[in-house]
């Protein structure tokens, strides 16, 4: 199995930056591309921003050119540095992982999901 854990999350004000992590651990034979997804209340889950294996990205409308993805390959990572927040940046945010993982002589891929971390903008 894959485990993904989330750090980073937090109260600030308007303006203000964060940065989230998020490693993986497990019995991973390679990383094809890890994300960030968030969740309001009464919304539905959304893409945030997305890094592949090659270091491509992809973001939002809403974060593009406030939010920047980010990896570290040797240690199983994914970043996401938040700048210029707006409330309704207010969420839960996931990170997420599109795995190859390796089981018994085979290597099954998969989607792992971390535990979401609460980041709250508010004055």
């Known amino acids: 199995q894959v485990q993904l854990v989330e750090s980073g999350g937090g109260l600030v004000q308007p303006g203000g930056s964060l940065r989230l992590s998020c490693a993986a651990s497990g019995s991973i034979s390679s990383i094809r591309s890890m994300s960030w997804y968030r969740q309001a209340p009464g919304k539905q889950r959304e893409l945030v921003a997305r890094?592949?294996?090659?270091?491509?990205?992809d973001y939002a409308d809403s974060v593009k050119g406030r939010f920047i993805i980010s990896r570290d390959n040797a240690m199983n990572a994914v970043y996401l540095q938040m700048n210029t927040l707006k409330p309704e940046d207010t969420a839960v945010y996931y990170c997420?992982?599109?795995?190859?993982?390796?089981?018994?002589?085979?290597?099954?891929?998969?989607?792992?999901w971390g535990q979401g971390t609460q980041v709250t903008v508010s004055s």
């Open positions: 890094i592949t294996s090659g270091g491509s990205t």
């Open positions: 997420n992982a599109d795995v190859t993982t390796y089981y018994s002589g085979r290597f099954p891929t998969g989607n792992y």
